[in-house]
């Protein structure tokens, strides 16, 4: 039987509860609230590792129904979940294509994309184009996101998928090939259960994992066995991880440093060694940070689905809280 109730020690206890991080970890966790808040960046699926945010989902819906001349209504009830699934749909598939891109070093010049945001939206010229965005509340770069993953999958899926393939036999040549991709693929997809899972993990041994830190030096959770450990995953583009970071950075000085017995792992989602160290610098941050590069650790061992997600690992190495997605 799963142990239910678990001591992490009642001194150490009181101070991180007297810093507010149990009491925030415990009323933000879905599991003590009956509505529980998603403000933060949602995960909606993943493929091979790499995160679909509701906010992906929401940006594929408004930029592929966008219209500079002739703004379309906005969706609603069940047209909303209709074109929210098929907009998810789409983005997996278009990242199965983009990550074999990937793989083959395929890469589209950034003139070639600019070329085609102006050809399909500029023709009205920049004035027309702007108010049309601010009207449904996107940017050009939202654009040329859009038509740089379309354009490169299309690209990809002549030059590379159904190259040397007789006209009659193309379309099938690419589905074989985007089946046998998707059936070697790991896609997972989230969208309920949550609750289950946090309540599955809870009382468990938390999953060992060992990552590069900033300085590119492995660090493994078994590094702490003996010590509390709050494990953050989070990253740039989750506002709630960025505003929450200073309070784990006030409580590790108070209550941790190298030689406490609590100790904070900020680990950051798919981000570059660059980015995060510019952010982590930012925020003050001297707690350690380690890059989950391909998120295998963020999505599959830990099965986080909102950022951020934290996790309070006991001295024998259990998770005694979970909490993600507030």
Do not use: H
């Not at 278009?94 to 950034?110: C, E, P």
């Not at 600019?114 to 939206?121: A, D, H, I, M, N």
């Not at 690419?174 to 896609?187: E, K, P, S, V």
């Not at 406490?260 to 570059?272: H, K």
Request: proline share 5%; aromatic share 8%; net charge negative.
């Amino acid at each position: 039987m799963k142990q239910q109730t678990i001591f992490i020690g009642l001194s150490l206890f009181a101070c991180i509860l007297v810093g507010g991080l149990v009491f925030v970890l415990l009323k933000s966790n879905p599991l003590f609230q009956t509505n529980p808040a998603n403000t933060s960046p949602q995960i909606m699926a993943t493929v091979n590792g790499v995160a679909i945010t509701r906010e992906m989902v929401a940006k594929e819906i408004t930029v592929s129904r966008f219209n500079v001349n002739t703004p379309l209504p906005p969706l609603s009830g069940d047209d909303l979940s209709r074109a929210a699934d098929e907009a998810l749909n789409q983005l997996i598939t278009r990242q199965i294509v983009l990550q074999a891109a990937s793989r083959q070093n395929f890469v589209l010049d950034d003139t070639l994309i600019e070329g085609r945001v102006e050809l399909l939206f500029g023709a009205n010229g920049d004035k027309a184009l702007d108010d049309a965005l601010r009207q449904v509340g996107i940017a050009r770069a939202d654009l040329s996101w859009w038509v740089r993953e379309l354009t490169t999958v299309e690209e990809f899926t002549v030059k590379v998928i159904m190259a040397g393939a007789a006209p009659e036999t193309r379309q099938q040549v690419y589905n074989d090939w985007l089946n046998a991709q998707r059936a070697a693929a790991d896609i997972k997809t989230y969208q309920q259960g949550q609750e289950q899972t946090l309540l599955a993990l809870m009382g468990e041994p938390a999953p060992n994992f060992t990552l590069t830190n900033l300085t590119a030096q492995p660090v493994a959770l078994s590094d702490y066995r003996g010590k509390v450990v709050l494990v953050n995953f989070w990253a740039s583009w989750c506002p709630s991880c960025l505003s929450e970071m200073p309070d784990y950075e006030q409580i590790y000085q108070q209550y941790g440093g190298p030689a406490g017995d609590f100790v904070v792992l900020g680990v950051n989602l798919q981000e570059s060694q660059s980015q995060v160290g510019a952010y982590s610098a930012g925020l003050g941050v001297t707690f350690p940070v380690l890059l989950d590069t391909d998120g295998t650790v963020t999505t599959r061992q830990y099965q986080v689905t909102g950022m951020p997600g934290s996790f309070i690992i006991d001295r024998q190495g259990v998770i005694f809280i979970a909490t993600w997605g507030r």
